[in-house]
């Protein structure tokens, strides 16, 4: 079965830094992959999609890699900022179902 | 503001009772989708409506039962329902890309706010 692994539960890093998250995924070959963020109480919102054939994506802060031989992508928020507290989930789509990865609770302290 | 809506935001049933979530969308979405998420869990995915046709089911106990009555409206009917059954449940909805379009688009899920189930 798929499977999607996030690399923490919680990240906590400094206002102004870059976090970086990671999303490794088995058993799938997916034409893309795609980043949410959630917060409490509330449903994801889509963030960036990336493809096999894009090695990087970058939208305003945002940047992501994907790397299919290691079947992993990175998501870096540079100069993070207290609003980027949230959920951040991965998402692969085989075929029209959408999985989603285990998240990462982010939290940016002032 | 979300282009998927679900109602109610909030219910409380019995295991006995029976109650239906709602959720409408007039994006043009074909392809609906029904996730159920537990605290600090990811969401699970439960169904998948691909031009009002169930095309997936991930499983789910028959007492959940969903619906598609037409393209703009999505259920989910809930009968018998047990405590462990309490989550928040999202609708979200997704374009299916045309071949041309897909190369173009992102074909991203479109959430609503969800719904908050307790079963007493």
């Known amino acids: 079965s798929q499977k999607i692994e996030q690399n923490s539960e919680a990240l906590n890093i400094q206002e102004g830094k870059t976090a970086t998250l990671t999303c490794n995924y088995t058993?799938?070959?997916?034409?893309?992959l795609q980043w949410y963020r959630q917060d409490p109480g509330r449903g994801p919102v889509f963030l960036l999609l990336?493809?096999?054939?894009?090695k990087e994506k970058r939208k305003e802060r945002l940047k992501v890699t994907f790397d299919t031989t290691l079947k992993q992508s990175l998501f870096h928020i540079t100069a993070s900022q207290p609003a980027d507290s949230a959920t951040y989930l991965c998402?692969?789509?085989?075929?029209?179902?959408?999985?989603f990865g285990t998240g990462t609770s982010l939290t940016v302290i002032p | 503001d979300t282009e998927v809506t679900q109602t109610p935001k909030h219910l409380v049933m019995g295991m006995t009772n029976k109650k239906s979530l709602k959720c409408e969308q007039h994006?043009?979405?074909?392809?609906m989708y029904w996730y159920k998420q537990k605290a600090k869990k990811p969401p699970e995915l439960m169904f998948v409506?691909?031009?009002?046709?169930?095309?997936i089911n991930e499983s789910v106990p028959s007492r959940f039962s969903p619906e598609c009555p037409n393209s703009s409206l999505l259920n989910l009917h809930l009968h018998a329902l047990q405590p462990e059954d309490s989550a928040l449940y999202l609708c979200?909805?997704?374009?299916?890309?045309?071949?041309?379009?897909?190369?173009?688009?992102?074909?991203?899920?479109?959430f609503g706010e969800g719904s908050r189930l307790t079963v007493l």
């Open positions: 990336i493809r096999e054939n894009e």
């Open positions: 409506y691909s031009y009002e046709k169930l095309s």
């Open positions: 979200a909805g997704r374009l299916i890309l045309g071949a041309l379009k897909r190369i173009l688009g992102t074909g991203e899920l479109f």
């Open positions: 058993n799938y070959s997916p034409a893309y």
């Open positions: 994006m043009g979405h074909r392809a």
């Open positions: 998402a692969l789509a085989p075929g029209n179902q959408f999985y």
